[in-house]
């Protein structure tokens, strides 16, 4: 729990937003989910050509420094994320990111609030 909070504690606002993006993912692919292995590969598919180009881009210029675990993983992993997400809501009335359904972006919502609250009162108290 302390390793939790610790890290609560140094969350910068950037990453507060992309725990955010995963926390809508994972509802919204919960919700949607598709078990077709199709669709499955082909994001992998897509995650690995693309967060190959992500890892040159970033990599690509004389001053570039090393890329740590985590960076190296979300390069790979919003491919995998967008491809399986845009498969996966087609067709299911969804206007950008938001379900036609309030219950699914209503917890979405709710859950990244409870998560960005809980990131300033770990914060707050610290």
């Known amino acids: 729990m302390r390793v939790i909070a610790a890290y609560l504690r140094n969350l910068t606002l950037a990453r507060g937003i992309l725990?955010?993006?995963l926390i809508w993912y994972l509802v919204m692919a919960g919700f949607h989910f598709d078990p077709s292995?199709?669709?499955?590969?082909?994001?992998v598919g897509l995650s690995l050509v693309v967060?190959?180009?992500l890892v040159l881009s970033v990599t690509a210029?004389?001053?570039a420094q090393r890329l740590d675990?985590?960076?190296l993983l979300r390069l790979f992993l919003?491919?995998?994320?967008v491809s399986s997400f845009?498969?996966?809501v087609k067709g299911q009335g969804f206007v950008l990111i938001f379900s036609p359904k309030p219950l699914e972006t209503g917890l979405a919502l709710a859950l990244c609030a409870v998560f960005g609250a809980l990131s300033v009162l770990v914060r707050r108290h610290a």
Request: aromatic share 20%.
């Open 61 to 63: 210029a004389r001053a």
């Open 86 to 88: 845009s498969a996966l």
């Open 51 to 53: 967060g190959v180009a």
């Open 37 to 43: 292995p199709q669709l499955w590969l082909t994001a």
């Open 69 to 71: 675990r985590w960076q």
């Open 19 to 21: 725990w955010c993006y």
């Open 78 to 81: 919003v491919p995998f994320c």
